[in-house]
């Protein structure tokens, strides 16, 4: 009993009974070494054929230009702008559950950190799809960095907040992807050693001649700590330059010093959503319910919930910072929220982001699985309205009524839109028929302290208090791959 470090109350990370450390690699590798079913095939046929329509919107855009889309004198930002906050938000649950909780040494990150970390790689290279598009000549997007160029010293005006968004999103994707692929340096080793042929030569290359010595673990460990240092402050930093691009200007609805803060909550609140719906999907279709548990999805489910309550305390703020600084136009700019004509939008992002969320409240629906997919969703529909609601609806009435305008989406806005969806669920498709979507190295790594079967080999020691015991025997009915008839022989 002195050597475990975990109490026996607390829920196994690992379910199920026998698991051993091959079983790990064979179920974790199992849609990597073997020939997809016909559920990847659907997903991803549906997903190509959305990346396709991708690139014909984005064609259109650079042959025809950003005249193509719905864009006028008023309303300079829409759906471009709107697609590119959404999509880097959506990227900030991956780093924080691998950086923040590998710092604070939560074990439940293990099983879910690899999927989030692709998904955040993902969704910013659909976020930075939308600003090369929005450019007009996208061939002159390298000037946005401080680069030699063949006209002499033509730097960029670094007083520009989309200047820093540059920077900001171009470090966090850096970092992200190295911290990403450090962490598959010991899986691809384990694909290499069962692999033959050219599969084998590929993964030798991809995992830079790991040899599983102590030294390379130390190492191994030392760098990924380092890394979730550095990008630590980056989940905070990349979404309040991000709100910068609104907050310095003096647009009603717009120049508040709330925004860095309440787009950081609300980018955690859109990004573990949708870890939330990929991941439940994904558990099910690969066979993954012993590594992705009903404490996993409560666990993200609570964050969500408390996600939800900052973004909901940040629109009653909006509401009384606007009331309380007496101007009318700040005031008319949030009323102008629920009674002007895009009143279904801002009923959309109240009713989705605050009212769905406290749904989550209720353990029955935080544990079950239907309704928290469903609820995923419905966050990130809400996310978005609320970034659409922030830029259109607050640039569609000027100070002057003669330059008010409506905002009409097109079908290449449209055709934009759902084709990042589409560019996305296709590298996700392929990242998890490539490379392993759960960190084995990790997941093994607490076999034999949070696993189901080690705290039932406690139980059946014998020595362990009654009402520890009862209590977790009670909570383990919550868990979709547990026998309970184990339990009621010891």
Request: charged share 20%; no cysteine.
């Given at each position: 009993m002195a050597s475990h470090s975990e109490s026996i109350i607390r829920e196994p990370l690992i379910t199920g009974k026998n698991i051993t450390y091959a079983q790990i690699t064979n179920d974790v590798l199992r849609p990597v070494e073997n020939m997809p079913g016909k559920a990847w095939w659907i997903g991803f046929s549906v997903a190509s054929l959305g990346a396709c329509l991708w690139v014909f919107a984005v064609s259109y855009t650079f042959w025809y230009g950003i005249g193509s889309w719905g864009l006028n004198k008023t309303v300079g930002w829409a759906w471009d702008i709107t697609g590119f906050v959404w999509w880097v938000g959506i990227g900030h649950a991956g780093t924080l559950i691998s950086a923040i909780l590998l710092l604070f040494r939560q074990n439940w990150r293990n099983s879910i950190n690899r999927s989030a970390e692709a998904m955040t790689i993902f969704a910013v290279i659909c976020a930075a799809t939308y600003i090369v598009a929005h450019m007009g000549r996208p061939w002159m997007a390298v000037y946005s960095l401080p680069l030699p160029n063949q006209y002499g010293s033509l730097w960029v005006n670094f007083n520009s907040p989309?200047?820093?968004?540059?920077?900001?999103?171009?470090?966090?994707?850096?970092?992200?992807?190295?911290?990403?692929?450090?962490?598959?340096?010991?899986?691809?080793?384990?694909?290499?050693?069962?692999?033959?042929?050219?599969?084998r030569k590929i993964y030798s290359v991809l995992s830079f001649g790991w040899t599983g010595s102590v030294k390379t673990w130390q190492r191994f460990e030392t760098v990924c700590l380092i890394l979730?240092?550095?990008?630590?402050?980056?989940?905070?930093?990349?979404?309040?330059?991000?709100?910068?691009?609104?907050?310095?200007?003096?647009?009603p609805g717009w120049h508040t010093t709330i925004f860095p803060p309440y787009f950081v909550a609300g980018a955690i609140f859109s990004g573990f959503a949708m870890v939330q719906t990929l991941l439940l999907i994904t558990r099910k279709v690969l066979g993954l319910e012993n590594y992705i548990t009903m404490f996993h999805i409560e666990a993200m489910n609570k964050i969500i919930l408390l996600t939800g309550s900052i973004v909901g305390v940040a629109y009653l703020t909006e509401f009384f910072i606007a009331y309380y600084s007496g101007g009318e136009y700040e005031q008319y700019t949030f009323l102008n929220r629920f009674i002007g004509p895009y009143w279904w939008a801002g009923c959309m992002m109240y009713g989705c982001n605050v009212?769905?969320?406290?749904?989550?409240?209720?353990?029955?629906?935080?544990?079950?699985?239907?309704?928290?997919?469903?609820?995923?969703?419905?966050?990130?529909?809400g996310m978005w309205f609320e970034r659409?609601?922030?830029?259109?609806?607050?640039?569609?009435?000027?100070?002057?009524?003669?330059?008010?305008?409506?905002?009409y989406p097109t079908r290449i806005d449209l055709s934009v839109f759902i084709g990042s969806i589409g560019v996305f669920f296709t590298?996700?498709?392929?990242?998890?028929?490539?490379?392993?979507?759960?960190?084995?190295?990790?997941?093994?790594?607490?076999?034999?302290?949070?696993?189901?079967?080690?705290?039932?080999?406690?139980?059946?020691?014998?020595?362990?208090?009654?009402?520890?015991?009862?209590?977790?025997?009670?909570?383990?009915?919550?868990?979709?791959?547990?026998?309970?008839?184990?339990?009621?022989?010891?």
């Open positions: 989309l200047i820093w968004d540059v920077f900001a999103i171009s470090t966090y994707f850096s970092v992200s992807l190295v911290f990403w692929y450090t962490g598959l340096l010991p899986d691809l080793a384990t694909i290499r050693d069962r692999a033959t042929g050219l599969r979730a240092g550095i990008s630590t402050p980056l989940v905070l930093s990349v979404h309040t330059i991000v709100s910068m691009d609104f907050a310095t200007s003096l647009e009212l769905m969320t406290q749904l989550m409240w209720f353990k029955k629906i935080r544990t079950n699985i239907p309704i928290s997919w469903v609820l995923s969703i419905v966050v990130n529909i659409f609601v922030i830029i259109v609806v607050s640039l569609h009435r000027d100070y002057l009524t003669s330059s008010w305008a409506m905002f590298l996700f498709l392929l990242f998890i028929r490539v490379l392993p979507s759960i960190a084995m190295a990790e997941v093994k790594l607490i076999l034999k302290s949070s696993s189901e079967q080690s705290k039932k080999k406690l139980i059946d020691e014998g020595h362990l208090d009654k009402e520890h015991v009862d209590f977790y025997t009670e909570s383990l009915t919550k868990f979709d791959s547990v026998d309970m008839a184990d339990y009621e022989k010891i």
